[in-house]
């Protein structure tokens, strides 16, 4: 029975890691603004109507604010995030508001990945600059209450963590005794044990409430007094993705702590309860750190996101094994080593210290490899480095070099073989208490260093050159009719492509036109959605997306709606790979060693076992040997066939679903390629409009390829005939141009 409970138990445990990472999404680290309009200190001809500021991911839009401030910092205006970027902060100006002068634009953007707040601002002048004005640069130094709360709840999940890892690995193999049926240890130790683990569920607790309290304080820009009387940490903990992580966290919290109890509860009826309990909650405080992991830095690296996500989880998980063990040994060594003396005493200190000392050579090879993995995805340059964000990095390596020194000491120690004069310094009487005393040290450093840790979670990660880089904008004007657009493209660089559009009527600007913009990459047979622009001043309408995310050459339309007709105007554009949005980068040299490094000791340490395993259970004659290692061979190319065929079909499926066009559409759809277009609908294709599947056509003509639509002149479509008199395929394109706007709900319905 117990064993059946047990095997249930990791069964529930393992599906909830599987549906915990699965559910999980790659956010940035941490953003900033991509693009401004209008510029920080720009100089204005006249005041402007919109003030748009776009960032590098999206924002909370309850907890966002922008205000407009003049000179003297008195508020003249409010805005908020857009309603349908959420990544953009906004605010409209009406007419004659704002006169000649110098104004201050005050940010505070709440970004939904780690709800970080960055307060900042811009200036902008309308007729003349004021030199003696300057915006106020947001600031990377963390918040010390952020410092705080984190500390808190790395040191709780890791000295959980420790707890009932030290237990399962190190304890209980050590000390185990069929004498003492409630975990298997002596009631002292159980009940230290007890007593840590309850110590550290209310500490994790402390720092989530804490977390809270400090982040309703950060998004309302409010104290304690206010958070609390009010009650507006309930906003945040049901009304924001912070809270939605920390709802997450304190649930799995409660349930290992629930565990425990049910394992206290039935100590006497269901001893071995204890156990299974125990152990399993190892992996559920796994899970919890792995949470923690996902809403890191290492979520928004453009280097690998999922498996930096997984490093920073494994570096998480070894540093608490490491950390968490000292901390819960400095605690019972004194109370469990208290019946002994002597040599027993010592012992039983060993008994316990090599084992530990084992599991820890590992264990600080991943600190090492994987902290060196992490580090890479962060410094691209030496400016990286001479950042905060690289100064609290080098703080958080010299506590951890001396957490080294301290271990490699204890190391030293557990195997005198390592240096011969170690037993000369100390006599085996005394070295038991002398050791425990140099632990505490190692414990001390690690509380310092668990706080430097902390000091660099809360620290935005310095923003690469690369993402900075201004390109050249490309500019073009064309004229149909009467109207004139005049387009600045703004290619990608730090996220974001940026359209800015002069609309006139003749020499006059166009106050109120609407203005519709697609993206088309016709190698691919790709269309954005139609995006509205915004009108900014008069005759300038601005609008951004991410649609431009490679080289090759690039279609922009256009439809501006003016006194009720809309005229179309189209560009081609060639875009460079270095012009394209950044969505990915390779990873460094040191990334692909250190990466390759953790692999080699995670191999090493799966090792043993394995080779245990096969001693004791396959027998090693030179016959079998050759039979394993011709199946090994077999399977291994099993494996690689298998894998080409589920790549190949893959690639199958992707084909299928999104194939490389068979025919690429070579006519700019622009105002001449419509007119033409039409002209050829009215004279040959007017047959269409008394079929009834021309409505169908329409329908779904936005969603159909190219190379469907190209035959439809020729051949027709279902119970739709061909086009009269031959086309010539430059006749076809131009009629398929015009056949896309006549979808409902296009820009010129």
């Not at 600045?488 to 106050?511: C, I, S, Y």
């Not at 084909?655 to 001449?672: H, K």
């Not at 079929?691 to 329409?698: E, I, Y």
Request: hydrophobic share 50%.
């Amino acid at each position: 029975m117990l064993r059946y409970r047990s095997a249930v138990l990791w069964v529930a445990l393992l599906f909830t890691t599987l549906g915990t990472w699965l559910s999980i999404a790659p956010v940035q680290a941490h953003g900033y603004i991509v693009r401004s309009i209008p510029a920080d200190r720009a100089v204005l001809e006249r005041a402007p109507t919109r003030l748009q500021y776009w960032f590098s991911e999206p924002l909370e839009p309850q907890f966002s604010e922008l205000n407009l401030r003049d000179e003297n910092g008195e508020i003249i205006l409010r805005g908020g995030v857009d309603e349908r970027d959420s990544s953009l902060l906004r605010l409209r100006i009406p007419p004659d508001t704002l006169t000649d002068g110098a104004y201050i634009v005050e940010l505070r953007p709440a970004f939904a990945s780690d709800g970080h707040v960055v307060a900042e601002s811009r200036v902008f002048f309308v007729g003349d600059a004021a030199a003696d004005l300057q915006g106020t640069a947001a600031s990377d130094l963390p918040q010390p209450l952020e410092i705080v709360w984190k500390t808190l709840l790395m040191a709780a999940n890791f000295l959980l963590f420790g707890v009932f890892a030290l237990y399962g690995l190190v304890l209980r193999p050590a000390w185990a005794s069929p004498r003492h049926p409630v975990g298997g240890l002596p009631p002292r130790v159980m009940g230290r044990l007890g007593q840590i683990v309850g110590f550290g569920f209310g500490l994790a607790l402390a720092g989530s409430v804490l977390a809270l309290i400090q982040q309703t304080m950060i998004f309302f820009n409010a104290d304690a007094g206010q958070v609390i009387s009010g009650g507006l940490w309930q906003v945040v903990r049901i009304g924001s993705r912070f809270g939605d992580v920390w709802n997450v966290r304190i649930l799995f919290l409660a349930v290992a702590a629930g565990l425990v109890v049910l394992a206290y509860t039935y100590r006497q009826t269901a001893p071995a309860l204890t156990r299974a309990i125990w152990t399993g909650n190892t992996w559920l405080l796994a899970i919890i750190i792995g949470a923690q992991a996902v809403n890191s830095h290492a979520a928004g690296s453009l280097v690998w996101p999922w498996v930096g996500v997984f490093m920073h989880w494994l570096h998480a998980l070894a540093v608490a094994f490491w950390i968490g063990g000292v901390l819960v040994l400095v605690a019972i060594l004194p109370i469990a080593l208290a019946p002994y003396e002597g040599e027993a005493r010592r012992a039983a200190l060993m008994a316990v210290m090599r084992r530990f000392s084992r599991y820890m050579v590992g264990t600080l090879l991943i600190v090492i490899t994987s902290g060196m993995y992490n580090s890479s995805n962060w410094f691209f340059s030496a400016s990286d480095v001479d950042s905060t964000y690289g100064t609290a990095l080098g703080v958080k390596l010299l506590m951890v070099g001396l957490l080294l020194i301290v271990a490699a000491l204890h190391h030293f120690a557990l195997n005198p073989g390592l240096l011969k004069r170690f037993n000369t310094l100390t006599g085996p009487s005394t070295w038991a208490g002398r050791f425990a005393g140099s632990f505490r040290l190692e414990a001390l450093i690690a509380l310092i260093a668990l706080a430097t840790a902390a000091a660099l979670s809360s620290t935005p990660i310095p923003q690469p050159e690369f993402t900075e880089r201004e390109f050249a904008p490309t500019t073009a004007e064309q004229t149909v009719s009467d109207v004139t657009v005049g387009l600045l493209l703004a290619p990608g660089g730090p996220g974001v492509n940026t359209f800015d559009l002069v609309v006139r009527q003749g020499d006059e600007a166009v106050e109120t036109a609407q203005v519709r913009v697609q993206t088309v990459d016709p190698s691919r047979d790709t269309r954005s959605a139609w995006q509205t622009a915004d009108p900014v001043e008069p005759g300038l309408y601005v609008m951004a997306n991410d649609t431009i995310d490679r080289a090759g050459v690039w279609w922009t339309l256009i439809d501006v709606r003016v006194a009720g007709e809309t005229q179309r105007v189209a560009f081609t554009w060639e875009i460079s790979a270095d012009a394209a949005v950044i969505q990915s980068r390779p990873p460094t040299i040191l990334g692909v060693l250190s990466l390759a490094a953790v692999l080699l000791v995670l191999a090493g340490l799966a090792y043993p076992p394995l080779a245990g395993f096969s001693r004791r259970y396959i027998d090693l004659t030179p016959r079998n040997a050759l039979i394993a290692a011709g199946m090994i061979a077999i399977t291994i190319g099993a494996l690689v066939i298998a894998a080409r065929l589920i790549d190949a079909q893959q690639q199958q499926i992707e084909a299928q679903i999104n194939p490389p066009p068979e025919i690429i559409n070579t006519v700019l759809p622009d105002a001449a390629s419509l007119a033409r277009g039409q002209a050829i609908y009215e004279q040959q294709c007017l047959t269409w409009v008394t079929s009834s599947d021309f409505p169908v056509l329409l329908r779904q003509v936005n969603t159909l390829r190219d190379a469907t639509l190209f035959a439809i002149p020729t051949e027709g479509w279902r119970d739709l005939p061909a086009c009269e008199g031959d086309l010539t395929v430059e006749q076809r394109w131009d009629v398929i141009n015009y056949l896309r706007t006549l979808q409902t709900g296009s820009s010129n319905t």
